[in-house]
């Protein structure tokens, strides 16, 4: 029987015209070389096709492959498992005639041929949007996480284990894994909470027992306690009460003592589970937790991921795939990295560009020897291409918040126009306008993370490790002294107080008193001092002296009765913010204070308009949402002409206005307030109708 086959063959091939049959004779070495160029470009094809539609459905979430690409991919790869048939039987011998196996070659080839020339036009991308576009990410497409993924899961689902900790290196993804198990756990509902808590570098009890509680959306149960004991043991009932539940601490630095936090231990009997990120295992192992370790990613993982981030059809691109794949490489894995890399990059199609980037990263990260230090100076990679210099500042800007903090994206633009980044404009939108062009470029390039909180704001955040660069960066120049959010109860000591510092924020600490003896003889370059979200109670009047080239002081929602009258002596301040500060009093003149362009009184106690401020002819932006103002001194608004902003309370009559005193400000954008009665109104709407007529004809 095993001769039959070759036999058919034979009688086929006497079935061939004789000069054909003699070509595939005699040439049958050149049909075998031309078959498997063929296939191997087929072959290449088909996995260039694979890494792009891989890299399509990572970026934007919820796409699915179109359907004619799947049936490619299929049909291709049957075709080349045929190919692979007809060369083991032709390099085996299994036929007789040379011509019958040139034949077979042949028609093989050109079948190959024509699936080749029907392949996909990735160009124009091979995945659609499919039903769950907008829903979080499907499991299938974390790149590299799977395994880990579903190993953090079953352990969730073992009654034995009641601790998991889950390590690896800053910018690995163990936040990014952890947030999509969050998200199947509140999902399937198998447990009746599911609470997430960001712990951060800097870590502090009552902090944590605030971020739990407030999680548990019973936070006033700890407002009144400041004792730790109690409001551990009151922490403690709030999460028994919760029931059945999975506590997750990210971020986690150091050990954390769940007795001292007040955190039931968990256990098979109560059924709870603590899950803890972070990047240490000696504090997984010391906690008693099951330990999982993130690894980075593979090579075709990252290029999957760094493809999908840069722009997928890249992979078309035959010149610059060898030095991509070599970028890629200097990223070690970690999908951080990765992303910013790749977003550094994206749009780039000049190859000088890309051997230039990857000279600078092995250049960059072969001067260090940390792993650490290594991922700071790959992230500082992306900061030093970015091309405009106000966009740079932008960034740095971003680290005057406490570490994971949720930046509202409009307040951020308000900082940004205060400090001077954003070019004066001939209006406020057009400023706001450009903020958000900025913003856009920081998200793009993956320096800044897109998110909304949970009242539906729009803000941004500040990935701890470029946190960490960012900060690294501005230790020298610009220098910043930023000890946000640390639990501070007094002010930093003189020795920190460097004389090139330019801005300082001490945001959201516990500092009561600002004493005389803290501050250097000069503060030369500072022009920035944010205080706000401090229980500061006195400021000595000294204190301000040192700060000759101040421009923008933030005392918001601090507890201060009166300003010091040195504050007069700020000559180049042009932004002061005392909003929520409801103990103020008492402000001194002001008439001193010519560059000021922003105030903000909202929420403060002050019964009469601050003296000297019918003398501040630069204001743009005032906010004088104040119940207890009672009047607004006839002729002051008037003066202001380059007044843009302008609030009052609404529930206040006293600070009821005329129409003639609104009819000056031409370049209002932005007005909040009541008039004394509808006449009056009328009066500043045909007012303002009339300078838009006249600024129309113009």
Not at 114 to 119: P, S
Not at 630 to 656: C, R, Y
Request: include cysteine; hydrophobic fraction near 40%; charge should be neutral.
């Amino acid at each position: 029987m095993e001769y039959v086959e070759p036999v058919v063959r034979i009688a086929n091939c006497l079935g061939t015209p004789v000069c054909k049959y003699l070509q595939y004779h005699r040439k049958l070495n050149g049909y075998v070389r031309n078959f498997k160029r063929i296939r191997d470009e087929l072959n290449c094809k088909m996995k260039d096709i694979e890494l792009q539609l891989k890299a399509e459905l990572l970026r934007p979430l919820g796409k699915i492959p179109k359907q004619g690409v799947e049936n490619w991919l299929k049909d291709v790869k049957e075709m080349i498992r045929e190919a692979q048939v007809v060369e083991n039987k032709v390099s085996n011998g299994r036929y007789i005639c040379r011509a019958c196996s040139g034949k077979l070659v042949d028609e093989k080839t050109r079948e190959m041929k024509e699936f080749l020339d029907k392949a996909p036009n990735a160009s124009e991308g091979l995945a659609i949007d499919g039903p769950s576009a907008g829903l979080p990410l499907p499991t299938s497409e974390l790149v590299g996480d799977e395994a880990v993924r579903n190993e953090i899961w079953a352990c969730l689902m073992q009654e034995e284990v009641s601790k998991i900790g889950v390590w690896g290196m800053g910018g690995v993804g163990k936040t990014t894994i952890m947030k999509h198990i969050h998200y199947d756990l509140l999902k399937q509902q198998r447990f009746e909470r599911v609470i997430w808590v960001t712990i951060s570098k800097e870590f502090y009890v009552m902090k944590v027992q605030d971020n739990i509680s407030r999680a548990l959306e019973s936070k006033e149960y700890l407002d009144k306690e400041e004792d730790k004991l109690r409001r551990a043991a009151i922490l403690s009932e709030m999460l028994k009460k919760a029931g059945k539940h999975v506590l997750i601490l990210d971020d986690v630095w150091d050990k954390v003592s769940l007795e001292e936090v007040g955190i039931p231990e968990p256990s098979d009997s109560n059924g709870c589970k603590l899950v803890l990120t972070t990047r240490s295992e000696h504090v997984c192992k010391y906690m008693g937790c099951k330990v999982i370790k993130v690894k980075p990613l593979s090579e075709e993982e990252a290029l999957i991921l760094f493809l999908s981030e840069v722009r997928p059809n890249m992979v078309q691109n035959q010149t610059l795939m060898p030095t991509l794949k070599l970028v890629v490489k200097e990223c070690a894995g970690l999908p951080l990295t990765i992303v910013i890399i790749a977003g550094t990059l994206r749009g780039e199609d000049d190859p000088l560009i890309w051997k230039n980037a990857l000279g600078e990263l092995k250049e960059r990260i072969g001067k260090v020897e940390e792993v650490e230090a290594k991922v700071i100076e790959s992230l500082k990679f992306s900061f030093d291409h970015l091309k405009d210099k106000q966009v740079k500042h932008c960034f740095l800007y971003c680290t005057v918040y406490p570490e994971d903090f949720e930046i509202w994206k409009d307040n951020l633009i308000e900082c940004w126009i205060k400090e001077g980044f954003i070019d004066d404009m001939g209006t406020r939108q057009e400023m706001k306008d450009k903020g958000h062009v900025i913003l856009k470029k920081l998200e793009d390039n993956c320096l800044l993370e897109n998110n909304t909180n949970k009242y539906g704001i729009p803000c941004v955040k500040m990935h701890d490790a470029v946190r960490d660069m960012a900060l690294s960066i501005t230790s020298m120049n610009p220098r910043y002294m930023v000890q946000a959010g640390l639990q501070l109860k007094e002010l930093p000591k003189r020795g920190q107080w460097s004389p090139d510092i330019e801005k300082v924020s001490l945001m959201f600490n516990s500092i009561s008193e600002i004493p005389t003896d803290v501050l250097p003889t000069k503060c030369q370059l500072l022009t920035t001092l944010l205080l706000l979200r401090n229980p500061i109670k006195k400021i000595s009047y000294s204190f301000f002296t040192n700060m000759p080239c101040l421009c923008v002081l933030n005392l918001s929602f601090t507890k201060i009765e009166s300003l010091p009258n040195s504050i007069s002596e700020l000559n180049n301040l042009t932004t002061l913010l005392l909003s929520g500060c409801s103990e103020l009093r008492y402000l001194p003149c002001l008439s001193m204070l010519q560059e000021l362009k922003k105030l903000d009184l909202s929420g403060t106690k002050i019964e009469e308009v601050p003296k000297g401020m019918d003398m501040l002819i630069k204001l743009r932006y005032i906010d004088l949402v104040v119940r207890t103002l009672k009047e607004i001194p006839a002729g002051l608004l008037p003066k202001l002409v380059h007044l843009q902003h302008l609030i009052f309370d609404v529930d206040n009559e006293k600070t009821s206005l005329k129409a003639e005193e609104m009819e000056p400000l031409k370049k209002l954008e932005y007005f909040k307030g009541c008039f004394q009665d509808i006449n009056e109104f009328n009066k500043f709407i045909s007012s303002m109708q009339q300078s838009k007529t006249l600024m129309n004809n113009r």
